[in-house]
């Protein structure tokens, strides 16, 4: 198993993503220990674990290694859409713009990327990229061999972590 770094990682992905663009998910959620965030990125053929320092800032410590497939460990996905870019229009953002008595931004917002397959994006254009889901209840299920990559990462993070903040634990 290969540590990569964020940089790495984001092009990898994105590369496998734009071969296709469907059925994928990424899922965040706090880690077991240390204070870090753990993430599964996943399509229909394989996943990438990912560390993350925190995500309260633009540009956190990302490192993370390629799983391999991995399968659902709880029930059906909580994703009304895989997760993508879809390339926002103009006259869209003007139709959200409008206000519909008893329809909440938020609902036609989601309704209106549902209904948007992912693209890959192209410079110059906008995109709505999403959707993460962002889940409170502790870390993520793991398969024994996924736990072992997860301390892995935790051990790697806490050294990058410890080398480029000095004063931390």
Do not use: C
């Not at 990302?62 to 859409?81: D, H, L, M, Q, Y």
């Not at 990559?149 to 050294?159: H, T």
Request: avoid cysteine; proline fraction near 8%.
């Amino acid at each position: 198993m290969e540590v990569l770094d964020g940089d790495v990682l984001y092009d990898l992905i994105f590369e496998r993503y734009t071969r296709d663009q469907h059925g994928w998910s990424f899922t965040v959620s706090p880690a077991a220990t240390h204070g870090f965030f753990d993430a599964l990125v996943m399509n229909r053929e394989e996943a990438w674990q990912l560390k993350f320092d925190t995500l309260f800032k633009p540009s956190p410590l990302v490192i993370g290694a390629g799983v391999g497939s991995v399968k659902p460990t709880r029930g059906p996905s909580i994703n009304p859409f895989s997760f993508g870019f879809r390339e926002l229009r103009p006259s869209w953002v003007e139709q959200l713009g409008a206000r519909e008595e008893g329809v909440s931004m938020p609902s036609r917002l989601a309704a209106l990327l549902a209904s948007m397959k992912p693209v890959v994006p192209q410079p110059g254009r906008a995109y709505a990229q999403g959707p993460f889901v962002l889940s409170g209840k502790g870390p993520l299920a793991l398969s024994r061999s996924q736990a072992e990559v997860d301390e892995r990462l935790s051990s790697e993070m806490l050294k990058l972590v410890r080398n480029r903040y000095p004063g931390y634990g």
